[in-house]
């Protein structure tokens, strides 16, 4: 019988829990190691309706990116979205497990898909701390203009729109890359050599850029949900005889509306 502490030891193999930052809440927040798993639901965010697909799947345990848990709860009721899945967990006696910066500072994780989705080479992790670390740089296909690296983005990240700086002439060569919110590393990557910076979350004064640089801003959903495949085909791999299942609405799980 599997257990969640196994579950919990192959996440943690992808991703070290040793390695979270400081102010994150990655690892187990609902369950015990010792409950049994008959099933794992893989998610991005903790939702009421990631709850009820796991239910409905027979999961008793779920795996997310961002914590469901983040920060002080002084309520739990089902008033609000927060209280609503940490209520239907607990009566359906569901753990809840989190890989939020354990995923992001490993390159196969966050980051890395970021540089592998736009085909740089040479990939490096943008603020290394012995291996692991936040954000990733590496090397453009083939030199490309401030606008041939927005199409690209468009095109390789599936988006409609992306915020940007003004767009250089180029040549855009190096390009660096972190999944999430991403304004306190642009001296990183701007240290790195990029000329290019691709996260999300960049606040208004960071978008007036130095000559040479820019800074493009796709989403905070659209830059780390593919965490979610890449933690499904982890564990599909490490227990391919075992009930794994990805979210069915993952692509429509974004809170952010465009219009």
Same mark, same amino acid.
């Given at each position: 019988m599997?257990?969640?502490a196994d579950i919990v030891a192959a996440v943690e193999q992808f991703a070290p829990l040793g390695i979270q930052e400081p102010w994150d809440n990655s690892g187990l927040c609902i369950g015990s190691p010792d409950d049994s798993v008959h099933g794992v639901m893989v998610g991005f965010d903790c939702t009421p309706a990631l709850v009820d697909d796991a239910i409905a799947a027979g999961c008793d345990m779920i795996i997310t990116h961002h914590p469901l848990i983040f920060k002080g709860l002084k309520h739990?009721?089902?008033s609000e979205p927060t209280g609503e899945a940490i209520m239907k967990?607990?009566?359906?006696?569901?753990?809840v497990y989190a890989a939020h910066t354990t995923a992001d500072k490993v390159i196969e994780g966050v980051s890395g898909a970021m540089a592998r989705r736009l085909g740089l080479t040479d990939i490096r992790? =943008?603020?290394?701390? *012995? *291996?692991?670390? =936040? *954000?990733?740089y590496g090397t453009l296909e083939k030199p490309l203009s401030g606008m041939e690296a927005i199409a690209l983005i468009k095109e390789r990240f599936g988006l409609k729109i992306v915020r940007t700086s003004?767009?250089?002439?180029g040549p855009i060569t190096t390009v660096a890359v972190l999944g999430g919110s991403g304004g306190g590393e642009i001296?990183?990557?701007?240290a790195a050599g990029a000329q290019l910076y691709v996260t999300a979350d960049i606040s208004y004064h960071n978008?007036?850029?130095?000559e040479g640089f820019m800074v493009a801003d796709i989403g905070h959903f659209e830059s780390e949900v593919e965490i979610a495949s890449i933690l499904f085909s982890f564990l599909k791999k490490k227990f391919p005889n075992f009930a794994v299942h990805l979210g069915a609405s993952l692509r429509e799980g974004n809170p952010v509306h465009y219009f």
């Open positions: 599997m257990k969640v739990i009721t089902p967990a607990i009566r359906a006696g569901i753990a992790i =943008l603020e290394d701390e *012995g *291996g692991t670390g =936040l *954000g990733a003004a767009p250089i002439d001296p990183s990557a701007r978008f007036f850029t130095p």
